[in-house]
């Protein structure tokens, strides 16, 4: 099904938003001059081992060390080494490397210290051993992973995209042997652009309202695939898009821990430091809810849970509270629907089943935060003890409803606690037709409009 990606930008964010024709599939967010730590290549030294870990702890440059887990290898103090970030840094450890480098192109991940070929687990066999075959006589000393789209790419496609990648791990080479400190020595693509990379084969139209991040698609996108250059718009006013998409709903409902099925049960997902908890419920009265009503719910609870995992990017141990079932039969179909629904992202995900308590343990592949956690800050009302809407996406918010209101003079009222932010918001759009005001009896995620 084609798929659009539009790309909401304003000083501080930059929201993606992939959408199908009926809805937004992933929500993915770039914090404005920050940089893409994740699959970034650094050159590092080892600055000791860690006691009682298989790991040594790594300068890369940047505030903490990192840690790279050794699985069996000998490191020297002291000894500089190309390693790719796989998880980000947290409050309490630092990010997590690997020195087994992997660079993503069109139709091939090339493995520079790999030695086979690997194909996507969504490839037919005899499509593996086809590209296999074909591939074979192409590598020397290293490995790839054959994704899922190039079982429609011709041998020359794979031929020049694999030089590509060749080209570029040589530079990355160069640059390391050219560099004496800890560097990173290749950032990794931002987000919306990494959508492209994974999804170009099925866009049909890439929308954004930011001429610098258009300009920056299209210089990708000459070198990537020309043929997609005509489908990267700039529109300055994406209201229309907004609007089709229902973008403030699908924000709105991020941040909301209940998220109800149409057959009237709900799910709560609560995200904590150590995990993701769900817990699913039937709607029906307390002991209501028979064996098979329990697995009508849990299925749909299960479509809608995959979903909610791709749309909000979680990723870690997840822990799932299905309503209780006493047929292993039915525990297995509401796996296996889990593991369909998951799709192309089930290589991401392992599913372990349910435990003697009737909770379904699952992991997804963590590389950094969540979007609901990028875009939260602790809540400075309550003593930082919850989470609100991060200043960014709030004026980012307020902006767009104001943008309903061009040049009628409207007053603005919000908390004390987001006036101060707010008001350099204004002052540096020249929103001068808005009256700011601040108001105790609003929440924190609150605000209201009114004009004469």
Same mark, same amino acid.
């Given at each position: ?171 990355? $080479? ?23 990379? $994974? ?177 939260? $800050? ?59 005001? $601040? ?14």
């Amino acid at each position: 099904m084609a798929k659009t990606l539009l790309i909401l930008s304003d000083e501080d964010l930059a929201l993606s938003f992939l959408a199908d024709e009926r809805e937004v599939q992933k929500v993915r967010v770039e914090i404005k001059n920050s940089p893409t730590l994740v699959d970034s290549i650094f050159k590092g030294r080892v600055k000791r081992y860690v006691k009682g870990m298989d790991g040594v702890f790594v300068d890369i440059g940047t505030d903490k060390d990192a840690y790279l887990p050794t699985k069996g290898k000998t490191y020297k103090i002291g000894e500089s080494l190309i390693v790719q970030l796989v998880r980000e840094p947290e409050e309490n450890r630092g990010a997590k490397l690997t020195d087994k480098i992997k660079l993503v192109g069109k139709y091939l991940i090339y493995l520079p210290k790999g030695k086979d070929i690997k194909c996507s687990s969504r490839l037919a066999s005899e499509e593996k051993e086809k590209l296999s075959t074909l591939l074979k006589e192409s590598l020397k000393d290293e490995g790839i992973i054959v994704r899922s789209i190039a079982y429609n790419a011709s041998y020359e496609e794979l031929k020049e995209d694999l030089e590509k990648l060749r080209e570029l791990w040589s530079s990355i $080479e160069k640059r390391a042997k050219a560099v004496r400190k800890p560097k990173m020595l290749m950032e990794e693509l931002p987000a919306h652009m990494g959508l492209i990379r $994974e999804h170009w084969y099925e866009l049909e139209e890439i929308v954004t309202n930011d001429p610098e991040l258009w300009s920056g698609i299209s210089s990708f996108l000459e070198d990537f695939d020309p043929n997609l250059l005509k489908r990267n718009v700039y529109i300055k006013d994406p209201y229309t898009y907004m609007v089709k998409y229902r973008i403030p709903e699908v924000l709105n409902r991020l941040f909301s821990k209940v998220v109800w099925l149409k057959g009237g049960g709900y799910m709560v997902i609560d995200e904590t430091e150590a995990f993701t908890v769900v817990d699913v419920n039937s709607g029906d009265p307390v002991g209501s809810c028979h064996e098979e009503n329990a697995l009508r719910t849990n299925l749909e609870a299960a479509q809608e849970l995959a979903r909610q995992i791709v749309l909000r990017d979680i990723g870690g141990i997840i822990l799932v509270d299905f309503i209780d079932m006493k047929k292993q039969e039915n525990k297995n179909l509401v796996i296996s629907r889990l593991q369909e629904a998951l799709g192309r992202e089930s290589c991401y995900t392992t599913i372990y089943g349910f435990t003697k308590l009737g909770i379904l343990e699952m992991v997804r592949k963590k590389r950094g935060r969540s979007v609901v956690r990028i875009l939260s $800050e602790p809540c400075k009302a309550c003593g930082g003890k919850g989470y609100i809407k991060s200043s960014s996406l709030f004026n980012l918010k307020v902006q767009r409803e104001l943008m309903s209101y061009p040049h009628k003079k409207v007053e603005l009222c919000v908390h004390p606690l987001r006036y101060n932010s707010v008001k350099r918001m204004l002052e540096k759009k020249n929103l001068r037709y808005v009256e700011l005001q $601040e108001s105790k009896e609003l929440g924190m995620d609150s605000y209201s409009i009114s004009h004469g």
